[in-house]
């Protein structure tokens, strides 16, 4: 059973930093890439950055120079660092576990609050 475990959201002022986890388990982390994605209130679900299991980054244009993505196969778990956050940032965070023939895996989200 696959499951992903975000953690690290909170209340943070404009300008500060904070860094999300996600926990996976059921899955051979070491050979997934894995995604974070991001979905403010009123709006779409959007895509932050991915990570492949080689190490590779992309990123939304949106995030690019601020976020940065990482993992830790010793310990199956993907981070998400963001510096120089900004109101429109805030948003919950979801770990996303991409299935190329079928769902995708998703955890349950981490709220990030960001005020002026």
């Known amino acids: 059973q696959v499951q992903l475990a975000e953690s690290g959201g909170g209340l943070v002022q404009a300008g500060g930093s904070l860094r999300l986890s996600c926990a996976a388990s059921?899955?051979?982390?070491?050979?997934?890439?894995m995604k974070w994605y991001r979905q403010a209130p009123g709006k779409q679900r959007e895509f932050v950055a991915r990570?492949?299991?080689?190490?590779?980054?992309n990123y939304a244009d949106s995030v690019k120079g601020r976020f940065t993505i990482s993992r830790d196969n010793a310990k199956n778990t993907v981070y998400l660092q963001m510096n120089s956050l900004k109101p429109e940032d805030t948003a919950v965070y979801y770990c996303?576990?991409?299935?190329?023939?079928?769902?995708?895996?998703w955890g349950k989200g981490t709220l990030v609050t960001v005020s002026p």
């Open positions: 996303n576990k991409p299935v190329t023939y079928g769902t995708d895996y």
């Open positions: 990570i492949s299991s080689g190490g590779s980054t």
């Open positions: 059921g899955i051979t982390f070491s050979i997934a890439a």
